[in-house]
Each structure stands twice: as C-alpha cells, then as structure tokens.
C-alpha cells in the first residue's frame, strides 16, 4: 500500500477535492485590521469542530474543503489554509498590525503607507511558498483584482484549474499582496502571471468580492471553475465571516452641497457597501440559513424565500454590528467613545478593542449551525 505522504501533492489535494460526501466551504471578508474581529470567530468555529469531532488538535484546514478570502480575507485563508492553528495566527496577526500600519509615506500622494513593512510581514509569514505548493492543505483561492485589465481574479490552487500550471508558481505572499493592496493605502502590486507578463494588482475589494461567499460558492458550482461540487442543502456548507458593519449614514444637507473631492473618498465604501449586501441577499435567497439577518425593511431577512424552488446550500453567516446598539449588546458599552477608530480600515491601536469585539460576537456560533457538516 502506498503511504498518503509518498503520493505526489497534486494528486493528494485532489484525492481530498474530489472524495464524495458534503464539502465544506469558508469565507473571509476583507476589513483591514478589522481582521482580528473575524479571527474571534474562526476560534469558536475551531471549538466546535475540535469537541464535536472528539480531534482536539483538528485544524480548520481539516475541515474545510475550499478556503477563500478578499484583502486581509486572504491572509487568514492563506494562514488557515497551510494549517495554521487559529491561536498562531491570531498571534501572526496581531504583532504584524501595527508594524504593517506604522510607517507612513513621505510621499504620501503615491500611498498613505509604506509597503515595504508588509511584504516583509508576509515573507515572514509565507516564505517561498507557492500556490501549487505542498504545504497547502486544503483548497484556496485569494481574490484579487487586476487593475490593468479590470478584471476579478479569483487566484486557485486547484490542479484542474484552468490556469493552474501559470499561476501555481505564484508565491502565496505575492499573491496576498496583491489582494491586500488596497488604493490609497498601498500602492498597487505587481505580480508575474506567465513568462514574461506582468499584471498591475490592487484590493480585492475593490469589486463586488469585498466579502467573497458568493463568488465561492460560484467557484465551488460553476463548470467553468474546477471543483464542480454539487449544490444542495446537505451537500454543501459555506460559512463566511465578517469583519463588522453598521448602517452608514450622512449629513444630507452637507452631502448635498459636499465637494467633489469628498465624493470620491466615499465612492470606495459606497460600492462595497452595496457589493455586500447584494452578496448577502442572493445566498440567503437560495439557501437554508440558520443565521439569517435584516437586508432591510422591505425585504426582511428571507426567511420565506427560497429562489429556486429547494435550497442550494447551507449558509451560516456571522458578522457583528459596530455601533452603538451592538456594544451594548456585547457588554462593550466602554468601547462606544472609539467607534470611529474601530471601523477604520487601518491604524493598529485598536487590534485588542477589535479583538475583545471578535471574542465577544463569537458567542453566536452554535454546533448545530453546523450540524450534518462534522468531518469524521
């Protein structure tokens, strides 16, 4: 009998991508350091796997078929994804925050922050390893955006992926630099996509993929894209985890006569905003949700609504409100004074507020959310 470690990597990963029974999908929202609020979650989601399988060194990467995430989403994946335990990158994290968002530019026309400390923190993190390397466990896909050709690029380590044998060179961390490489922030990355080429990448976000579950769950389905897992209920389980939201709302009066230069600060927020809540009501009209949440006023929460007839996965969503009203739930009422901080994209002054938040909010993962989709 062969032993499981002699076996080529390719041919392992895709042992475990096409084995039959339910498959298990994740989803991370970018937020920059808000990060550290999805991680209070994915420490409750390691939990309950761990006590529900009786494995209590279980890794998410164990459990997860497909591991995806935009912009700081993606350097969680990446860390989930070559098997990190939660608690080590929890700590990845939190010492790279402040150093990340330390140093400003001097020329601060090209980008609000130096990207030198970042790809020194990924290098750190990643290495040399590449998308088609070993080390990966489990499925990936890092979104990014290529801004030369303005197209959406969900990066795979699929080795059936159509573009698998470019793009398997890639190093992750140039990978994740390019997801994370949010305007203004940043200064675009530029990455090696074939001999030869190169393309100009910046955030993820900066499309309808800021939080990425739909376009997993596309992944995961679609014949265009390589795993081709079946849809349904009991076939499919997708959990994907935010990095806070809260109503926006403005001044009329002074966004009516606002200047030009103010409209295109808030055009960013606006798209993802929308983007988000669009991902947000298309899954919880094709799925059966044990977590479901106001759209808005009109529509509800969906309960009644199922678009196609029979729910096309399961769908568990957490997320936490940064505002006034979900401190308070929280017990964290002393946070409200910083609320302006705790939703900020950048600054690593709030990473242990944002974790408190992230540990707090978490008490709404339940094992039965997850039930049916406990690995054996």
Not at 155 to 171: A, F, M, S, T, V
Not at 252 to 257: E, Q
Request: glycine share 12%; proline share 7%; with cysteine.
């Amino acid at each position: 009998m062969t032993r499981p470690d002699a076996v080529p990597h390719p041919e392992r990963l895709l042992a475990r991508l096409d084995a039959p029974g339910p498959k298990r999908v994740l989803a991370l929202d970018g937020g920059g350091v808000r990060g550290a609020i999805a991680l209070g979650f994915l420490e409750r989601i390691e939990g309950c796997f761990r006590a529900a399988s009786g494995r209590p060194d279980l890794r998410l990467a164990d459990v997860f078929d497909l591991i995806g995430g935009t912009s700081t989403g993606s350097i969680l994946a990446a860390g989930l994804a070559i098997g990190m335990e939660v608690h080590e990158l929890r700590r990845y994290y939190t010492e790279a925050g402040p150093f990340v968002f330390a140093k400003r530019r001097l020329r601060f026309w090209q980008s609000l922050y130096d990207a030198r400390p970042l790809i020194d923190t990924l290098r750190e993190g990643f290495g040399e390893i590449c998308l088609g390397g070993p080390e990966i466990r489990t499925g990936l896909c890092i979104v990014t955006k290529r801004a030369d050709t303005n197209s959406l690029w969900p990066l795979l380590n699929h080795p059936r992926g159509r573009y698998y044998e470019r793009n398997r060179q890639i190093r992750v961390r140039d990978a994740v630099r390019a997801s994370a490489a949010a305007p203004i922030m940043f200064r675009p990355a530029s990455v090696e996509v074939g001999p030869g080429q190169s393309g100009v990448f910046v955030d993820g976000g900066v499309s309808m993929a800021n939080n990425p579950a739909l376009l997993l769950f596309l992944v995961a389905t679609l014949k265009g894209y390589p795993f081709h897992w079946p849809a349904g209920e009991r076939d499919l389980l997708l959990v994907s985890v935010g990095t806070g939201t809260w109503e926006r709302t403005s001044d009329p009066v002074a966004l009516a006569g606002g200047h030009a230069f103010r409209w295109l600060a808030q055009l960013p927020e606006m798209l993802i905003a929308d983007g988000s809540a669009l991902v947000e009501t298309v899954l919880q009209a094709i799925s059966r949700t044990p977590t479901p949440s106001t759209i808005d006023r009109e529509v509800g929460d969906l309960g009644d609504d199922v678009l196609l007839g029979q729910p096309a996965l399961r769908y568990v969503r957490y997320n936490v409100r940064l505002d006034a009203t979900g401190l308070h739930e929280l017990g964290l009422a002393e946070l409200e004074p910083r609320l302006t901080e705790l939703r900020s994209l950048s600054g690593g002054t709030a990473i242990d507020a944002h974790t408190r938040i992230g540990r707090a909010a978490a008490r709404v993962v339940r094992p039965e959310h997850l039930s049916g989709f406990i690995p054996g």
